[in-house]
């Protein structure tokens, strides 16, 4: 069934690509029965089964036509049609790149309109949410190509970066006139609160350390701009002399080893803090293999962001309405939850009954002032270091959480009448922002420790760190089901995940060549997180958003967005033929199923790109969207023809012998 519905998804994408580049797959022919078999398995993905056979008679007819009765169900269809594309008048919209963008996807991703990137779509067409093989995660460069049109070409602001995701959201006609009667203040805040991307996703690269000089370790990773960096793989031929196999990634900031802790600061958390203001959660994690930088990187950050918290908090328009600010930290090892606080106290995860998750016992302390605050990290971390069996074994397999949160005290005299005895912390909640030390991203897979133990939290580990990836994808597909259960991680942080929420994930990587397999799966990781990013509406948890009472402001927006009449009509107007679009995805589906078989095919198209099986054989296939970008499978390492290739090396000639991969490497070493 998942491979079913992969291909369909990848037919149907493939379809778009046709279609966006006018193309010519319009004839009638003996795919139309398969096309209506695979119309009808892709309206079966978005539950509208029932509305699949009329399509096989009647190709041509409008959406209305087709039997769509219930807004509910017009709104799927036009979810799906949406995800098609079907004007494509849109194809020369400017795009964020991501690390697909010069492959397959990314092209697709470029293409779409702001319109047209319906947030059901990351699910119907996105093939890196169809598995976790990292084929096409990344754009391997084996062979000189022309700069994609979707790459930046100079170096970018942060700030724009970070603006870029909520200038793609259209905003609705009812979310703008809802806006036009708010004050001038929640005006303003809106406006700062969309301004936010939903997910960023930032790497930092750290220096080369002591050791990795004193072994004379390459630094294989070069930064290019804000926004981009090549690994320079270092890879053996068969024949045993050496080459470097190049990997380009795209985020929306990358840090190289330059970049101080105070600049991390300003990229990563101190946009989010306005709006913890605004009723946002906000999580910021890092993520990366052991000795990354992880705890270098995330340590000082919720100081800062205390810093400009109290600040804030000083404001009379938040001192009047008596917001404080509480801090809690606690730890997750083993799968089991510590209060950091707290003389590592066992803590017990809960959900009420508004399925709202408590950790019952959780100390939280009120920190006026940043010295506080510096005194409580301090205490935590030291908490986190003393029950460990070595020096810092215990740190890189736990995940250490670190919360702020702003709540809304009652008058002190209300809370004195009700007798209350625990009245500084009947605070009501308004926003909070969570900063998470990951566990080291190759402990999961670690099989050097054999003891039990080591295994156990290393599954742990695993599983917390799928588990949170399968979250935000679930999230952005705006799937009734998110997966929070699936780790105590992800549970922890499930209202962090919905309402009004922000992630920023922080991409620690080594520079050093023993550490390229580790940092490819770490890019490759971050790479999937920022693919989700492509929707910035407000997602709602149905469980708590049926059960809580919503207030009429612009921080509640559906969790799907209704369409508005106008866009509602403008998506009825274009003429639909599902007829023939259920053609072309079967026409597509089969070519797809065919690509690698075929030695070469040539399609009519002004644009081609080249791909390539792992035998090298040479397949030209039609998109215009992609514009001449090359489409590569990974490892491979020689040209359509099969020749070998020579590659950039920084440091690594041709004929130099590779390095032996080192074991990762623990966190007692580095110290
Ligand atoms: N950007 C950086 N600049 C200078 N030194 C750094 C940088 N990043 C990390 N380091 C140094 O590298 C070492 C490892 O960093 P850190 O302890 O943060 O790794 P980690 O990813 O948290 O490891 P673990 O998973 O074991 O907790 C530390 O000594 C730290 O000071």
């Given at each position: 069934?998942?491979?079913?519905?992969?291909?369909?998804?990848?037919?149907?994408?493939?379809?778009?690509?046709?279609?966006?580049?006018?193309?010519?797959?319009?004839?009638?022919?003996?795919?139309?029965?398969?096309?209506?078999?695979?119309?009808?398995?892709?309206?079966?993905?978005?539950?509208?089964?029932?509305?699949?056979?009329?399509?096989?008679?009647?190709?041509?007819?409008?959406?209305?036509?087709?039997?769509?009765?219930?807004?509910?169900?017009?709104?799927?269809?036009?979810?799906?049609?949406?995800?098609?594309?079907?004007?494509?008048?849109?194809?020369?919209?400017?795009?964020?790149?991501?690390?697909?963008?010069?492959?397959?996807?990314?092209?697709?991703?470029?293409?779409?309109?702001?319109?047209?990137?319906?947030?059901?779509?990351?699910?119907?067409?996105?093939?890196?949410?169809?598995?976790?093989?990292?084929?096409?995660?990344?754009?391997?460069?084996?062979?000189?190509?022309?700069?994609?049109?979707?790459?930046?070409?100079?170096?970018?602001?942060?700030?724009?970066?970070?603006?870029?995701?909520?200038?793609?959201?259209?905003?609705?006609?009812?979310?703008?006139?809802?806006?036009?009667?708010?004050?001038?203040?929640?005006?303003?805040?809106?406006?700062?609160?969309?301004?936010?991307?939903?997910?960023?996703?930032?790497?930092?690269?750290?220096?080369?350390?002591?050791?990795?000089?004193?072994?004379?370790?390459?630094?294989?990773?070069?930064?290019?701009?804000?926004?981009?960096?090549?690994?320079?793989?270092?890879?053996?031929?068969?024949?045993?002399?050496?080459?470097?196999?190049?990997?380009?990634?795209?985020?929306?900031?990358?840090?190289?080893?330059?970049?101080?802790?105070?600049?991390?600061?300003?990229?990563?958390?101190?946009?989010?803090?306005?709006?913890?203001?605004?009723?946002?959660?906000?999580?910021?994690?890092?993520?990366?293999?052991?000795?990354?930088?992880?705890?270098?990187?995330?340590?000082?950050?919720?100081?800062?962001?205390?810093?400009?918290l109290v600040r804030l908090l000083h404001q009379p328009v938040y001192r009047n309405q008596r917001f404080k600010l509480w801090l809690s930290f606690f730890e997750i090892y083993g799968g089991k939850l510590f209060d950091l606080l707290s003389d590592r106290r066992k803590l017990c995860m809960r959900e009420d009954g508004r399925q709202q998750v408590c950790i019952v016992g959780l100390q939280e302390f009120e920190v006026s002032d940043v010295q506080i605050v510096k005194e409580y990290?301090?205490?935590?971390?030291?908490?986190?270091?003393?029950?460990?069996?070595?020096?810092?074994?215990?740190?890189?397999?736990?995940?250490?959480?670190?919360?702020?949160?702003?709540?809304?005290?009652?008058?002190?005299?209300?809370?004195?009448?009700?007798?209350?005895?625990?009245?500084?912390?009947?605070?009501?909640?308004?926003?909070?922002?969570?900063?998470?030390?990951?566990?080291?991203?190759?402990?999961?897979?670690?099989?050097?420790?054999?003891?039990?133990?080591?295994?156990?939290?290393?599954?742990?580990?695993?599983?917390?760190?799928?588990?949170?990836?399968?979250?935000?994808?679930?999230?952005?597909?705006?799937?009734?089901?998110?997966?929070?259960?699936?780790?105590?991680?992800?549970?922890?942080?499930?209202?962090?995940?919905?309402?009004?929420?922000?992630?920023?994930?922080?991409?620690?990587?080594?520079?050093?060549?023993?550490?390229?397999?580790?940092?490819?799966?770490?890019?490759?990781?971050?790479?999937?997180?920022?693919?989700?990013?492509?929707?910035?509406?407000?997602?709602?948890?149905?469980?708590?958003?049926?059960?809580?009472?919503?207030?009429?402001?612009?921080?509640?927006?559906?969790?799907?967005?209704?369409?508005?009449?106008?866009?509602?009509?403008?998506?009825?107007?274009?003429?639909?033929?599902?007829?023939?679009?259920?053609?072309?995805?079967?026409?597509?589906?089969?070519?797809?199923?065919?690509?690698?078989?075929?030695?070469?095919?040539?399609?009519?198209?002004?644009?081609?790109?080249?791909?390539?099986?792992?035998?090298?054989?040479?397949?030209?296939?039609?998109?215009?969207?992609?514009?001449?970008?090359?489409?590569?499978?990974?490892?491979?390492?020689?040209?359509?023809?099969?020749?070998?290739?020579?590659?950039?090396?920084?440091?690594?000639?041709?004929?130099?012998?590779?390095?032996?991969?080192?074991?990762?490497?623990?966190?007692?070493?580095?110290?």
């Amino acid at each position: 069934m998942g491979g079913q519905m992969q291909q369909s998804n990848a037919a149907a994408a493939t379809t778009f690509y046709d279609h966006a580049g006018g193309g010519t797959l319009h004839n009638a022919g003996p795919t139309n029965d398969a096309g209506d078999a695979v119309m009808a398995r892709w309206l079966q993905s978005a539950g509208l089964q029932h509305l699949a056979s009329p399509l096989a008679d009647q190709r041509s007819l409008l959406m209305q036509s087709y039997g769509a009765q219930s807004a509910e169900e017009k709104q799927r269809l036009l979810k799906l049609m949406r995800n098609l594309n079907f004007g494509g008048e849109s194809g020369s919209e400017p795009h964020t790149p991501t690390a697909q963008a010069s492959g397959v996807l990314g092209a697709m991703d470029g293409y779409y309109s702001p319109e047209f990137r319906g947030d059901f779509g990351a699910g119907l067409l996105d093939l890196h949410a169809m598995d976790d093989t990292e084929l096409l995660s990344e754009h391997v460069i084996s062979e000189p190509f022309e700069p994609s049109p979707f790459i930046p070409s100079g170096t970018r602001p942060f700030e724009d970066e970070f603006n870029i995701a909520s200038s793609r959201q259209p905003r609705s006609q009812a979310d703008e006139d809802a806006v036009a009667t708010l004050p001038v203040i929640e005006k303003e805040n809106v406006a700062r609160e969309n301004n936010v991307a939903k997910i960023k996703v930032v790497v930092r690269k750290r220096p080369l350390n002591k050791k990795e000089h004193a072994r004379k370790e390459e630094d294989i990773v070069s930064v290019c701009d804000n926004a981009s960096l090549t690994v320079h793989e270092p890879k053996l031929k068969v024949d045993l002399t050496a080459y470097v196999e190049k990997h380009e990634f795209c985020f929306d900031a990358v840090l190289d080893e330059q970049v101080t802790n105070d600049e991390v600061y300003r990229v990563t958390v101190q946009p989010i803090i306005p709006i913890i203001f605004e009723r946002t959660k906000a999580t910021c994690f890092a993520y990366g293999q052991t000795g990354s930088g992880k705890t270098f990187t995330m340590q000082p950050l919720p100081l800062r962001a205390a810093e400009d918290l109290v600040r804030l908090l000083h404001q009379p328009v938040y001192r009047n309405q008596r917001f404080k600010l509480w801090l809690s930290f606690f730890e997750i090892y083993g799968g089991k939850l510590f209060d950091l606080l707290s003389d590592r106290r066992k803590l017990c995860m809960r959900e009420d009954g508004r399925q709202q998750v408590c950790i019952v016992g959780l100390q939280e302390f009120e920190v006026s002032d940043v010295q506080i605050v510096k005194e409580y990290i301090e205490k935590g971390n030291a908490a986190r270091s003393t029950g460990s069996t070595g020096a810092n074994e215990e740190s890189s397999r736990s995940h250490a959480i670190l919360q702020l949160a702003i709540k809304k005290h009652p008058e002190v005299k209300e809370s004195r009448r009700n007798n209350d005895g625990n009245e500084l912390k009947s605070g009501k909640l308004v926003g909070k922002i969570s900063f998470i030390d990951l566990a080291g991203s190759e402990r999961g897979a670690d099989t050097t420790d054999n003891d039990r133990q080591t295994r156990i939290e290393g599954a742990e580990i695993n599983k917390s760190l799928l588990a949170l990836k399968e979250c935000i994808r679930a999230l952005d597909n705006d799937q009734i089901h998110i997966p929070f259960r699936g780790s105590k991680l992800t549970e922890v942080l499930r209202d962090s995940f919905v309402g009004n929420s922000r992630t920023v994930m922080i991409s620690c990587i080594s520079p050093n060549a023993g550490s390229c397999e580790h940092t490819l799966n770490t890019l490759r990781y971050a790479d999937r997180v920022k693919s989700l990013s492509k929707s910035g509406n407000v997602k709602k948890d149905p469980a708590v958003s049926s059960s809580q009472p919503i207030t009429k402001d612009v921080f509640s927006a559906p969790t799907i967005p209704i369409p508005t009449e106008a866009e509602d009509i403008n998506m009825l107007r274009q003429e639909v033929k599902l007829g023939e679009l259920g053609r072309r995805v079967a026409e597509k589906e089969s070519l797809s199923s065919s690509n690698f078989d075929m030695p070469t095919t040539t399609l009519p198209s002004s644009n081609t790109f080249h791909a390539r099986d792992e035998k090298s054989a040479s397949v030209t296939v039609t998109s215009a969207s992609f514009d001449k970008e090359p489409l590569e499978m990974r490892n491979t390492h020689s040209d359509p023809t099969g020749r070998k290739i020579p590659m950039y090396s920084p440091n690594l000639n041709d004929t130099e012998k590779v390095k032996k991969v080192s074991p990762p490497r623990r966190k007692s070493e580095k110290k």
